[in-house]
């Protein structure tokens, strides 16, 4: 298996434009972690699911964002409009069984400007 | 609420010292996790330890869990430029066994 699969690897993009970021996991893994990462608040759980459903999303900041999984090999996390403070790095995450050993995508480091 | 607490925040060493970084939970763990991040890079998992009491080693690293099954450390003997990066526990949350709670993290940082 080639690991979790993120792209884009960097994005660039105006305030106030719509932001798609998208996740491969591992096949066969049934959890599923979107994290933000900064320097101010280091690794946060924004949403994860379990078999395509959300299970948690307290960690999502704001309506802005949102996350999807139509099925076991693919998963999006949205921000709409973007703003300046959600330039982080979001790492997307699987696992087998929860909360066991995560595998990180190389993630996707965002910049809004 | 439950919390991971990790010191310290840095720690500058010579190559050739030791490094340690120590994590504290709030609540009992089912487990901890170690993981660590290069510059740039993304977390790697290092191992899982379960067992109160347990010491694991991989090569130069020493992981340690506590009796209490409370509080963790990670040592690193003789760090290498290699070594670099930042260290994080994780343990699960007491009320949903499927999520990691995670420590700030610990970067090792080799003076030059």
């Known amino acids: 298996d080639a690991g979790v699969i993120q792209s884009p690897r960097h994005e660039v993009t105006e305030m106030g434009q719509e932001v798609t970021l998208r996740c491969k996991p591992i096949s066969g893994h049934d959890y599923l972690f ?20 959300p299970i948690d999303d307290s960690g999502m900041p704001e309506d802005r ?8 090999s693919f998963s999006t996390l949205k921000i ?7 330039s982080a790095v979001y790492f997307c ?10 595998f990180f995508g190389q993630g996707t480091r965002l910049t809004v400007v | 609420g439950q919390q991971v ?32 991040q290069r510059p740039g890079g993304h977390p790697v ?6 067992k109160s009491g347990e010491v694991k080693k991989q090569k130069r ?17 003789a760090t290498q430029t290699t070594d670099v990066g930042t260290y994080f526990c994780a343990g699960p949350r007491v009320d949903s066994n499927y999520q990691l709670i995670w420590g700030a993290g610990t970067k090792l940082i080799i003076k030059p």
Request: hydrophobic share 35%; charged share 15%; net charge negative.
């Open chain 1, 34 to 53: 979107w994290y933000r990462q900064t320097m101010m608040r280091g690794l946060e759980l924004l949403i994860y699911f379990n078999n395509n459903v």
């Open chain 1, 65 to 72: 964002f949102s996350a999807k999984m139509p099925n076991a």
């Open chain 1, 80 to 86: 709409q409009p973007s703003e300046p403070r959600d």
């Open chain 1, 93 to 102: 995450a699987s696992s087998f069984t929860g909360a066991t050993e995560a």
């Open chain 2, 5 to 36: 607490m990790q010191i310290p925040q840095y720690q500058h060493v010579q190559e050739g010292e030791d490094f340690t970084t120590y994590c504290n939970s709030s609540t009992t763990l089912s487990n901890i996790q170690w993981y660590k």
């Open chain 2, 45 to 50: 998992f290092l191992i899982q330890l379960v």
């Open chain 2, 61 to 77: 690293l020493t992981f340690q869990f506590g009796e209490a099954k409370k509080n963790s450390s990670l040592h690193i003997t």
